[in-house]
């Protein structure tokens, strides 16, 4: 039976797991009885991109998809409006539910990317408002009774919080209610999520085994780390993202530290574990130029999202230009009116900055050419528009200004 088949129960577990709860030989054993069992993965759309970070666990349920269990990707467009405070040393902005929604429109095009949604096994999609929305107040306090206000304040967000004296808002207490009544709405088996999901997991078990005398596995993915080190996010530019177009998503892989090369390719590809290891001594002993193997993740990780066509184009466009020192031919065009705009102004209306404050950081970095040259100016040095003229960011991102 392919439930019960020990090898796909032994690549489930291969890589990318960092713990189970209560234990992965309880987790194995319930595999093994062959019983289909509902596995979820939640995440609020607090911003439309979906990373590799994400796809370490996404990954692991397809795995579990594939022997025949059932799959769910839950938008928390309920959750979302609260925001989690997980990690974070101050309260997250609340977020109304048309930003909350638009944010997930492009979620399930991403995850397809992963999950199969036809065949004899489609994955689900659900929102946890349907069933949030419904809660009246009783029922939240029935809820809020299940734990201590000790079992919330420990949580080390939170001590860090009173010793700086930054507010604790009461609504923070009430996310990981809402994410664990989804575990008891849903009726699952187990929930995935990182490490640092930990309390909010755990959340869902206890409330589970309380309201439906069920036990549910807690399986905790590994943290990916973003290209330079650090936390992957948006704000350090140092993520790669579900929907980065191919040549994006090969130039951002070939920027990550030489470090971290083992270790992507054991979270975010197939690359058998044995050559992973292989690589990763290599790189220790300084044999073996970072580059080769760095080219070799990046094909494979292009390859799983786009196909072997666009990982291949992607290798080729990069070799161009960052070997032979080519501008990409495919540069994006933007038309412009004026012959004179501020530096500013000019990376936000073509489309290389997302606000006046990410320009204002470009711009402070050195991070932005014209003509190839680097921008020597400020933020609100006056610039003279030429016909053609290639604005660059960083070394991938690319616009051929045109005079209307």
């Not at 390719?265 to 058998?272: F, K, Q, V």
């Amino acid at each position: 039976m392919k439930m019960s088949d020990k090898s796909l129960i032994d690549s489930f577990f291969s890589r990318g797991i960092d713990s189970i709860y209560p234990s992965e030989k309880a987790f194995r054993a319930a595999l093994a009885t062959g019983k289909r069992m509902r596995f979820y993965l939640g995440a609020d759309p607090s911003r439309p991109d979906l990373h590799i970070g994400h796809a370490v666990v996404l990954r692991r349920m397809k795995v579990l998809q594939d022997m025949g269990h059932e799959i769910i990707f839950l938008i928390g467009d309920f959750t979302g409006r609260i925001g989690d405070p997980t990690g974070k040393d101050t309260a997250r902005t609340q977020m109304t539910p048309e930003q909350v929604l638009e944010n997930a429109e492009t979620y399930k095009e991403q995850i397809t990317k992963i999950f199969d949604f036809e065949g004899d096994n489609p994955a689900k999609i659900m929102f946890n408002s349907e069933w949030n929305d419904k809660l009246r107040f009783d029922d939240v306090i029935k809820l809020a009774a299940k734990f201590t206000v000790q079992q919330m304040i420990e949580r080390d967000m939170y001590q860090k919080r009173l010793k700086e004296g930054t507010p604790i808002y009461l609504h923070e207490f009430f996310y990981p209610l809402m994410q664990g009544y989804d575990s008891v709405a849903m009726d699952v088996d187990g929930e995935f999520g990182g490490t640092d999901q930990m309390f909010n997991m755990m959340a869902g078990r206890t409330l589970l085994k309380e309201m439906k005398n069920k036990e549910k596995f807690v399986i905790m993915g590994k943290l990916l780390v973003g290209s330079d080190g650090r936390k992957m996010s948006k704000s350090y530019d140092n993520y790669v993202a579900l929907n980065d177009e191919p040549r994006q998503m090969y130039g951002k892989l070939m920027s990550i530290r030489d470090d971290l090369i083992a270790v992507y390719m054991e979270l975010c590809t197939d690359i058998p574990l044995d050559e992973v290891a292989s690589v990763k001594q290599t790189i220790e002993q300084g044999t073996v130029n970072p580059r080769d193997p760095k080219m070799r993740l990046a094909r494979e990780v292009t390859r799983i999202y786009w196909g072997e066509q666009a990982a291949a184009d992607a290798e080729q466009a990069f070799v161009s230009q960052f070997q032979k020192h080519e501008l990409p031919t495919d540069i994006p065009k933007f038309k412009m009116q004026n012959a004179k705009c501020k530096m500013l102004s000019l990376l936000v209306e073509c489309g290389l900055a997302d606000s006046n404050a990410e320009a204002k950081r470009l711009i402070k970095q050195g991070a932005v050419r014209i003509d190839g040259e680097k921008f020597a100016g400020d933020a609100t040095t006056e610039i003279n528009i030429t016909d053609g003229m290639v604005v660059q960011v960083g070394k991938l991102n690319f616009r051929k200004i045109k005079l209307a």
